[in-house]
């Protein structure tokens, strides 16, 4: 008997049998699990309970830009409103002198009339690249709007005005303060409110308009900002050897206005997005000689192009022969792409794209894709905001817009409805949900529903992934519920693994 001992305990030792725990730290493994998901329940309905301490129409929301994404979101809070909703105070800043946003043409390049980089990257004759089908909006038809069907591809001035009459039906021009600019977005944790700084621009006569321009700057606190200034405004401009000595026009995209002025010119236009292809073909249109389409990576790929549009590797350098005896050669240069080709170009549009640019925001709130090295290329998921709408790090921060898609009136409108209700919507991941400020604001207060499903869940879960991990050093590998539930032949299994 003596000597069987040692061969027992070796063949359980082969099949993996580990002496079972006594109940008693099963039962405290379970307890402490429980208490500290407890803890963090009470935590939680905490912040909950001290956020409904403020009733809606007392919290202030500041919405940056009257653009179609500011629009949107303005227009869904007096959808609710006048649904008999209290709502929050809405104030929006807009830059300009009139709401659109992108869609608000000027004339003007480089600054405005009060000294401001000019917003819209609109020209004059562009016409909508995606069909109306996909742009309409839910509960404001462009059937309503017009009166009869139009085509699907509308010009410029047709999409302002339909967006422009949404806007009127919602009765949102008197929450707009025009000709202001926000100058910073700073989080004050002492009063837990956004300070924003703004200064609004009163200009004299139109025939001297800064002669007599006035300027106000003050500061304003809100328990919110929604930002939706867009990201179409500041130029991507990458650098191509001999730029600087060019006898021609070089101009971003961001700065066209009208194709025709390069009738009769060879012009190379860099880049193979939405903006290339619809500048080529506008100044084709408009009566240019020739246009070379420039590509990084691969061509658009028509086989439909004209004869004198033509699509060609990357630009490499541009060399011009004005002042060393060619006589020739009156304006632009000589351009050589990757390949080795060269051609003449008279003018190169860089159709290079654009880059998320908020300086306005403080540097803890400032949304900035291209510093992430996991953020995609495509800016389609942004991974500094959750749902694509809050700024995880102060979740009290929102943007609607800043997106690139395909449905953006339609995008606009959703993220506006995800903000609603603000403060924020539950649920919330349990992070950011253990994380907010204990005098965060809520519309209602928290349900017993809700407050018991949130108490279950951390309840189940810490219990399970406490008991499992406390229990796996004294214990089979397999927990006694599972063995319970198998079947008997697979619990014969189990037992001796």
């Known amino acids: 008997m003596l000597g069987a001992a040692p061969c027992w305990n070796s063949l359980r030792r082969a099949v993996g049998y580990r002496p079972r725990m006594s109940g008693y730290p ?9 208490a500290a998901a407890a803890a963090l329940a009470a935590v939680a309905w905490r912040r909950l309970r001290r956020a409904a301490k403020k009733p809606p129409e007392q919290l202030r929301v500041c919405v940056l830009g009257a653009g179609p994404a500011g629009l949107a979101t303005l227009s869904a809070f007096r959808k609710l409103e006048k649904a008999g909703t209290r709502i929050p105070q809405l104030v929006c800043y807009e830059k300009q002198s009139d709401w659109g946003g992108m869609w608000n043409f000027s004339w003007r390049t480089g600054v405005d009339e009060k000294g401001q980089a000019v917003h819209s990257s609109m020209y004059k004759y562009l016409w909508s690249n995606a069909p109306k089908e996909c742009l309409e909006l839910a509960d404001y038809s462009f059937d309503e709007h017009f009166g009869r069907p139009i085509g699907s591809y509308p010009p410029r001035p047709v999409l302002r005005d339909y967006f422009d009459g949404r806007a009127t039906k919602a009765d949102v ?16 944790e002492a009063t837990q409110t956004f300070a ?18 006035r300027t106000q700057t003050r500061v304003e606190h809100f328990d919110y900002v929604v ?3 867009g990201h179409y405004s500041t130029p991507n401009s990458p650098h191509f050897d001999g730029l600087e000595d060019f006898h021609g026009r070089v101009m971003h995209a961001h700065e066209l206005k009208d194709a025709t002025e390069f009738k009769g010119q060879h012009v190379l236009i860099i880049g193979t997005s939405y903006s290339a292809e619809d500048i080529a073909s506008q100044v084709w249109k408009y009566g240019a000689a020739s246009v070379a389409i420039s590509h990084r990576t691969k061509p658009i790929g028509w086989t439909s192009w004209p004869d004198n549009i033509v699509e060609v590797p990357l630009l490499q350098k541009v060399r011009c022969s004005i002042g060393a005896g060619c006589a020739q050669q009156q304006r632009g240069g000589t351009a050589t792409f990757a390949d080795g080709s060269t051609r003449h170009v008279d003018a190169i549009i860089l159709c290079t794209g654009y880059v998320h640019h908020f300086p306005f925001l403080g540097a803890g709130l400032r949304l900035n894709p291209h510093a992430d090295p996991l953020q995609p290329s495509n800016k389609i ?25 395909f449905f953006t009136f339609s995008l606009f409108d959703a993220q506006a409805w995800l903000a609603l209700p603000l403060p924020l919507p539950l649920p919330l991941p349990l992070p950011l949900l253990l ?10 207060t928290p349900t017993l529903t809700q407050t018991l499903t949130l108490t279950l869940t951390l309840t189940l879960t810490l219990t399970l992934t406490l008991t499992l991990t406390l229990t796996r050093r004294g214990s089979r590998v397999t927990p006694s519920w599972a063995r319970t539930w198998c079947r008997p032949r697979q619990r014969c299994a189990l037992t001796t693994r």
């Open 26 to 34: 099963r039962v405290a493994a379970s307890l402490a699990a429980a």
């Open 173 to 188: 021009r008197q929450l707009i303060q025009f000709d202001t600019n926000v100058d910073g977005v700073e989080w004050d």
């Open 196 to 213: 924003v700084t703004t200064t609004s621009t009163t200009l004299g006569s139109a025939a001297n308009p800064r002669a007599e321009m």
């Open 227 to 229: 930002c939706a200034t």
């Open 381 to 405: 998921w942004l991974r500094s905001l959750y749902r694509g709408v809050f700024w995880i790090d102060n979740p009290r921060l929102l943007h609607v817009g800043p997106h690139t898609g």
């Open 435 to 444: 994380t907010l400020p204990l005098t965060q604001t809520q519309t209602q």
